[in-house]
Each structure stands twice: as C-alpha cells, then as structure tokens.
Nanobody, 116 residues
C-alpha cells in the first residue's frame, strides 16, 4: 500500500490550501482515509476522515466549518480543502489509510505553515 500526500506549503493567516492524498496498492471494498496533523512538541491529532463505502465524514471541532474533506473514488484520492487558515493550523499533515482488516498505512507527511 502506498500513500502519498501533496499540497502543503506556506500561507498567510486567512488563506487556503488544498492537500491531496493518493492511495494505491489495495483492493478492499471498504476503508477510510483520514488526515492527521502533528505540531512541534504536540501529539498527533486527527483532523478529518472520510469513509469509502458511504462517504461519511468526521471533523475535529477545531477545523469544523473551515476544512472540507472530499474524495475522487476513480483516482483513489482524498482531498482536504483548508480555508481560513490560522497559525495554530501549522503542523505536518499526514494521510492515513485504515483498511477493513485493521491495518493503518501512513504517508510521509506534508508541511503546512500558516504565518500570522
């Protein structure tokens, strides 16, 4: 299983970024893809996730109303649209694929830096 993130960068507060997560190498009928983030000195936290089978989503309270997760099933790609970014959103963002056989596969991470 390969998980590849892209789309991080430097943006000013109030700006937007879109992260992409391309997953390949598995053929499960159901799985979930989630975004996590880890800021320096802090634990990794869940940001958002989406389930393949029904498109159900989850958002952390800190990003509700600002971030939107979406998917392109044909491309096995999940996107995280991040709007109204705040300095506290600065972190390395990781994509994770959780398969139905309880395996988790992580990407290498992409840096998001929001300047004030």
């Amino acid at each position: 299983v390969q998980v590849v993130e892209s789309g991080g960068g430097l943006v000013q507060a109030g700006g937007s970024l879109r992260l992409s997560c391309a997953a390949s190498g598995f053929t499960f009928d159901d799985y979930a893809i989630g975004w996590f983030r880890q800021a320096p000195g802090k634990e990794r936290e869940a940001v958002s996730c989406i389930r393949h089978s029904d498109g159900s989503t989850y958002y952390a309270d800190s990003v509700k109303g600002r971030f939107t997760i979406s998917r392109d099933n044909a491309k096995n790609t999940v996107y995280l649209q991040m709007n109204s970014l705040k300095p506290e959103d600065t972190a390395v963002y990781y994509c994770m694929v959780a398969t139905i056989d309880f395996q988790n596969y992580w990407g290498q991470g992409t840096q998001v830096t929001v300047s004030s």
